[in-house]
């Protein structure tokens, strides 16, 4: 089966760098997409094919993947920012499989 | 502007059937892919079922395949999940979310608001 891996849990200050992984074999073959949910709300996509932002999302939200790792860059983090934030890939065995989710906490 | 709004969740016993809605607007419905996802209440999300835009596709989570059928009807711009031998793991709410392709192209960039389904005896 194909298994996302994600930190429970990554706390940042304000102003400081959130990077967020999601880890499986070769996962930089493959195009990965997160997901920002708050409570009490839907998910919202805030990166999609690896790298490329919505319109509407901050440039303050970044993606890269290689290897074995990718991972969710958030620059310049502010409160708002605060979420469970998930990975999202395609793969032929499970179709679409999300990784655990990554509560995001700014201190 | 787009507006998913799921409808048809519920308490419902094991082993019974539901079905849930998902009325779509402000965008051409027949023209995406479209899929449904679940979370059940303090866990991560899990995929449930995708569709093509035109229903000749339709893709299943090994979860609830051959129980789930996901159907669409493009007249109705309205998107189904007919789910039957409801068991208390399939508690969760549904999500149904818009795919930015005609065929999937596994995005899910808009998403409804979500309906409760509640499998208790």
């Known amino acids: 089966s194909y298994v996302l891996t994600q930190p429970p849990s990554v706390s940042v200050a304000p102003g400081q760098t959130a990077r967020i992984t999601c880890g499986e074999n070769?996962?930089?073959?493959?195009?990965v997409n997160w997901y920002q949910q708050k409570p009490g709300q839907a998910p919202v996509v805030v990166v999609y094919?690896?790298?490329d932002r919505p319109s509407g999302i901050p440039e303050r939200f970044s993606g890269s993947n290689s290897g074995n790792t990718a991972t969710l860059t958030i620059s310049r983090v502010e409160a708002g920012d605060e979420a469970d934030y998930y990975c999202?890939?395609?793969?032929?065995?499970?179709?679409?499989?999300f990784g655990g989710g990554t509560k995001l906490t700014v201190l | 502007q787009v507006q998913l709004v799921e409808s048809g969740g519920g308490v419902v016993q094991p082993g019974r059937s539901l079905r849930l809605s998902c009325a779509a607007s402000?965008?051409?419905?027949?023209?995406?892919?479209m899929h449904w996802v679940r979370q059940a209440p303090g866990k991560g999300l899990e995929w449930v079922a995708a569709?093509?835009?035109?229903?000749?596709?339709?893709y299943h989570a090994d979860s609830v395949k051959g129980r789930f059928t996901i159907s669409r009807d493009n007249s109705k711009y309205t998107l189904y999940l007919e789910m039957t031998s409801l068991r208390a793991e399939d508690t969760a709410v549904y999500y149904c979310a818009r795919d930015p392709n005609t065929v999937t192209a596994w995005i899910l960039d808009y998403w409804g608001q979500g309906t409760l389904v509640t499998v208790s005896s």
């Open positions: 999202q890939v395609w793969d032929s065995s499970v179709d679409v499989v």
């Open positions: 070769n996962i930089g073959s493959k195009s």
């Open positions: 402000g965008f051409s419905f027949r023209s995406h892919a």
């Open positions: 094919d690896d790298n």
């Open positions: 569709i093509s835009f035109d229903g000749s596709e339709k």
